[in-house]
């Protein structure tokens, strides 16, 4: 695939556009967005907006946009028969010569949508006709606020949901460096966590990164947070260093 190649006819696209600020949009992902027929942006049923169509919005002209409702809610099956319609929404227009771009936040492959629709089309569609085109995560950017490398040398790295904490507490056990997605009401007993484990002051928390107007960065978690933060919300745990051994 050319770098710089518009969207193909009879083609799909899963693309990443960061973070939500529109100039960490890839030249790919700008490219094919501005040459796709179709755009379909996925938006939460408790949101007014989409974010990824605030990141991208700067390259709509003439595509036809396409928001897609999905239940926020931890619903395996309402979450599959809503990825599922716009599988076949996206098939149709693929079999009818368009091209098809599903946006997300982040990258496609990062607790995404776009897992879903992935999913989904890989029975409708051939291999050879579905993209998927890489973003920068929260995670990267994040860590970016900071400045500190999330891994060197023999450093190990897990990225995992906040929504058990007893795995969360297992998993300090077992890396250098925790980054913590989905924190959101688990806020305050994720500090809690933190607080019993000695490990406050190396813990940061990133909310709504590269999202103008609504970002917050605390570079040191304490006691009195809020209870809850954002859904969009990041929290980093620097562990340490394992070196080269």
């Known amino acids: 695939m050319n770098y710089f190649e518009r969207a193909l006819p009879g083609h799909f696209y899963a693309v990443g556009v960061g973070p939500g600020a ?21 938006r939460s049923s408790k949101s ?13 002209h003439k595509q036809e946009l396409i928001e897609n409702s999905y239940p926020m809610e931890r619903n395996q099956d309402a979450t599959r028969q809503c990825w599922n319609d716009a599988a076949e929404l996206a098939t149709l227009r693929c079999t009818q010569g368009q091209s098809v771009v599903q946006i997300t936040i982040g990258d496609p492959l990062f607790y995404s949508t776009s897992a879903y629709l992935l ?13 998927v085109v890489p973003g920068i995560s929260a995670m990267q950017a994040a860590a970016a606020r900071f400045g500190d490398p999330l891994t060197i040398q023999d450093d190990r790295l897990i990225l995992m949901p906040a929504v058990r904490l007893e795995q969360v507490a297992e998993a300090l056990t077992r890396c250098e460096t925790l980054v913590l997605y989905k924190v959101g009401p688990r806020l305050k007993a994720l500090t809690q966590l933190l607080a019993q484990q000695g490990l406050l002051d190396r813990a940061r928390l990133v909310c709504h990164v590269e999202q103008e107007g609504r970002e917050v960065i605390i570079n040191r978690l ?5 209870e809850a933060m954002g859904y969009m919300s990041t929290v980093i745990v620097q562990l340490g260093r394992k070196g080269w051994e």
């Open 222 to 226: 304490t006691d009195d947070l809020p």
């Open 119 to 131: 999913e989904a089309l890989a029975a409708r569609m051939p291999a050879e006709q579905i993209h």
């Open 22 to 42: 529109p100039d960490l949009v890839t030249l790919r992902a700008a490219r094919l967005v501005e040459t796709a027929n179709v755009i379909i942006a996925p």
């Open 48 to 60: 007014d907006e989409s974010l990824a169509v605030t990141a991208i919005r700067p390259l709509l």
